[in-house]
């Protein structure tokens, strides 16, 4: 062939080889075998480069050339007779098999038809020019195998029978060096068995591309409005913040000044309280939308625990909850801000109440292993079903009446802002553990 002459001759839409065109080597060529099959069924770039690379390989490593392809045309006579009892057998053996009977649902017609197409794809084996449609064909059947769900290794085991099925019956036609011929058809069933099976792979690559496009997508979505989200909340909570503590101030005057037997003043003293709820989602939108940088110190983390118990000693959420610490570990030391370490384990203690029943008991457990220690916050409650517990550190997302369902999204911030990590464990009717872990003071500062 000539210095820079293309290695395969490529006219529009005519090919020979699988899917392409096989190389024919020019007088004199060292190696008639050094060129292979280049399959050109997609206009990706990428894609057919990587086919051209697999066929090229197989071909020359199957030194399948011209020959072999005459071998085999001089078997179709002698394969024309088989191909019904090759069809035959084939189906009776696939349907002995429950994944394959899970997918031929259709009945006796789609077995009939599926016989018909068996057959055709067999008479185009022995008979049809190897062109680019032929090939292409070829590799729709491993899509389309793929979309009914039937297993990839149904593939190998379905291509050994048939080509079993052949070598057998053909032998006994007594065909003139079928030793010969047979092997070059056996070339062609294993590369047609390689392109179905790369088939396969496509297949799965796109739909596993696809569900990933899908969730960066939605992730993408999300982000942006829960950015949304974030900016307005941030800036109706400025706004609300010094208003609703003037309104109070005001409120807590007028009801200080009043008769405590006044018929007015429980009213004034629920208003204060709806007040209060209010101050306190301001205080979570601000938090969640400003977060600030934590001021790391050495924290004993027991000692955090006992004071926070302190403070909600009179929350009405824990009216009727009991509170038990239990610090076995001599140093709970860590390196964090204290004021968003309290910050956090008010709300996991607050959020442990209210799924618990009356009288119900939550546990603060704080341990130590080897480089890192645990904050541990129990409950008996209700639990999480699967679907709440995925989703139980999505910001806004609650299941209860009221709240703002950034308590959790709040902690884990918390929790990560100051080189932490947080996980839950729960049990629906069996009660929920949350667990967040610390490195040790000595293993460098908080970031910031």
Known sequence: MAEGQDQVAQPPDTAF????????????????????FYLRITTDPIIESMYREMFDELSRWMRLDEQDVANVRALAPFARGIISEVVNRFYDELLLHEGARAVLTGGAEQIRQLHGKLSSWLREMFEQEY????FRNRQRVGIAHVRVGLPQHYMI?????????????????????????????????????????ESYKDSYSDQVRQVEREAVEEK???????????????????EIKNPLAGISGAIQIIRDDMDPEDIHHPILSEILGQIGRLDATVKDLLQYARP??????????????????????????????????????????VMADEGQLEQLLLNLIINAAHASEENGRVTI?????????HLRVLDRGRGMSEEVKARAFEPFFTTKAKGTGLGLTICKRIAEANNGTISLISQLGRGTTVTVSFPTAVSGPAKG
């Open 157 to 197: 085991t379905t291509m050994e029978l048939i080509w079993r099925e052949l070598d057998t019956r053909l032998r006994r036609k007594r065909i003139p060096h079928a030793d010969v011929k047979l092997r070059s058809l056996h070339k062609i069933v294993m590369l047609e068995l390689a392109l179905m099976l």
């Open 131 to 134: 062109d680019e449609d032929y």
């Open 17 to 36: 080889g699988i899917g392409s065109a096989l190389s024919i080597p020019a007088a004199g060529d060292p190696d008639p075998c050094s060129r292979g």
């Open 365 to 373: 457990r704080v341990e130590r292993d080897t480089d890192r220690i």
């Open 220 to 238: 993408l979505t999300r982000a942006e409005h829960l950015a949304q989200i974030g900016q307005l909340a941030a800036s109706l909570a400025h």
């Open 292 to 333: 600030s940088p934590p001021k790391a110190a050495k924290v004993p983390l027991d000692a955090v625990a006992k004071r926070v118990m302190t403070v909600l000693q009179e929350e009405p959420a824990l009216h009727g909850v009991r509170l038990h610490l239990d610090a076995a570990s001599p140093d709970t030391t």
